[in-house]
């Protein structure tokens, strides 16, 4: 059976490491709890991280969030945006901003195996089969390596991305990955960031806008002894389970109405977080 509909009595789990979050306590006094950095399940086939599958209907939520406002901020149709995802996961985002019809879809993953997997992806979800999109691309990179060899088309603004969804699993406080998000987008460029809380004091909650979405629980059969109710219910308070998401290169940059500022420095000195969005030339 495809990995994605593994089930408990089916897979094996295993821990890597693990993550300390706040503790959501109100009682706690500043301390913290311990929770899997990323937890494995395995089919026979391959392992792949149990993060996902527990999160997959908050990924759905945060592509649904993004496309909304996306086409509501530029005016268009799902057709006309540019999407930058990093990371394939189990391929949730992929498949939801398909079904929403976005025209242009690129996605980094630096893991051999994951981006394998990425380059088979069923969009037909085992139904009749469907004919591949002709702009959905994946590349084996890292973002970083990504960002810095990306000229958008030679500066064409309508190469630079619309949309940039983050959703790491292991990586939560890497900084530098948001000094470079600049470079592959333009003025108003809308950038979700799955799992703000976790990131802690190095990023601003303020510097987003904060959506709470219903239905956004993990489904209910991967809970098991590792990904326990609990678990869900400490994230859940600390808010990991809202949609976040900010506007990109609404100030700063090398000159007026240029729409991708790669200048060094601080992306917070220049405008980059902020979470209203900058007056577009329709």
């Given amino acids: 059976?495809?990995?994605?509909?593994?089930?408990?009595?089916?897979?094996?789990?295993?821990?890597?490491?693990?993550?300390?979050?706040?503790?959501?306590?109100?009682?706690?006094?500043?301390?913290?709890?311990?929770?899997?950095?990323?937890?494995?399940?395995?089919?026979?086939?391959?392992?792949?991280?149990?993060?996902?599958?527990?999160?997959?209907?908050?990924?759905?939520?945060?592509?649904?969030?993004?496309?909304?406002?996306?086409?509501?901020?530029?005016?268009v149709s799902a057709g006309s945006l540019r999407v930058l995802d990093i990371g394939y996961g189990l391929g949730y985002s992929t498949q939801r901003f398909y079904e929403l019809g976005v025209g242009t879809y690129h996605c980094v993953e630096i893991n051999e195996q994951v981006y394998n997997d990425a380059n088979s992806h069923d969009y037909a979800q085992g139904g009749l089969p469907v004919a591949i999109p002709g702009d959905y691309q994946f590349f084996w990179t890292s973002f970083e390596q990504y960002a810095d060899g990306y000229d958008g088309g030679k500066g064409e603004e309508a190469q630079w991305y619309d949309i940039i969804y983050y959703s790491p699993s292991d990586d939560f406080g890497n900084m530098g990955i948001f000094n470079k998000l600049r470079r592959v987008g333009k003025q108003g460029t809308i950038l979700g960031v799955q799992g703000i809380p976790l990131f802690g004091s190095a990023v601003d909650i303020g510097n987003?806008?904060?959506?709470?979405?219903?239905?956004?629980?993990?489904?209910?059969d991967v809970y098991d002894s590792s990904f326990t109710v609990g678990m869900y219910n400490a994230l859940n308070n600390i808010g990991y389970f809202s949609v976040y998401f900010q506007y990109l290169n609404c100030s700063g940059g090398i000159g007026i109405?240029?729409?991708?500022?790669?200048?060094?420095?601080?992306?917070?000195?220049?405008?980059?977080?902020?979470?209203?969005?900058?007056?577009?030339?329709?």
């Avoid at 821990?15 to 109100?26: A, E, G, H, Q, W």
């Avoid at 301390?31 to 990323?38: A, E, N």
């Avoid at 987003?208 to 209910?220: L, M, N, R």
């Fill in 1 to 75: 059976m495809p990995y994605s509909e593994g089930t408990k009595q089916s897979v094996g789990r295993s821990k890597v490491t693990n993550y300390s979050i706040p503790d959501p306590n109100p009682f706690a006094e500043g301390g913290s709890i311990s929770v899997p950095r990323v937890l494995n399940y395995t089919n026979g086939l391959r392992t792949v991280p149990i993060m996902h599958r527990a999160f997959r209907n908050l990924e759905i939520k945060y592509v649904n969030a993004l496309v909304a406002e996306a086409c509501y901020y530029r005016d």
């Fill in 208 to 220: 987003f806008v904060v959506q709470t979405p219903s239905g956004v629980a993990p489904d209910t």
């Fill in 257 to 282: 109405g240029n729409p991708f500022p790669i200048e060094d420095g601080s992306p917070c000195g220049n405008g980059t977080w902020i979470n209203s969005a900058p007056r577009l030339d329709r």
